[in-house]
């Protein structure tokens, strides 16, 4: 059974940071792309990030310049750090991995609640 976990959400006041990390089990991610999106019920669904087996991250426009993201294939977990954050980031922050080699999937987490508020 694969499962993508995520946690590091909460709340942060505006100009904060937060790190996100997702916890994939059943199956790895070293050769597979993962992403990370948000969702809100206004807004619907945003890429965040797009990190790439290798070379450089994509991030959506909303959030360039103030997201980094990286993964560790030795822990089979995926990170996407979020700065100078705004009430507008609010949202559901979800783990994806889009298109798996091995013809599974695709996978998404549960999500994890940030709330950026004063």
């Known amino acids: 059974q694969v499962t993508l976990v995520e946690s590091g959400g909460g709340v942060v006041q505006p100009g904060g940071s937060l790190r996100l990390s997702c916890v994939v089990s059943g199956i790895t991610i070293t050769d597979n792309l993962m992403g990370w999106f948000r969702q809100t019920p206004e807004k619907g669904r945003e890429m965040v990030a797009s990190?790439?087996?290798?070379?450089?991250?994509k991030y959506g426009d909303r959030v360039r310049g103030r997201v980094t993201s990286s993964r560790d294939n030795a822990k089979n977990t995926v990170y996407v750090q979020l700065y100078n954050l705004k009430p507008e980031d609010t949202a559901v922050y979800l783990c994806h991995m889009p298109a798996p080699k091995d013809g599974s999937g695709p996978y998404w987490g549960q999500g994890t609640q940030v709330t950026v508020s004063s």
């Open positions: 990190v790439p087996v290798s070379g450089p991250p």
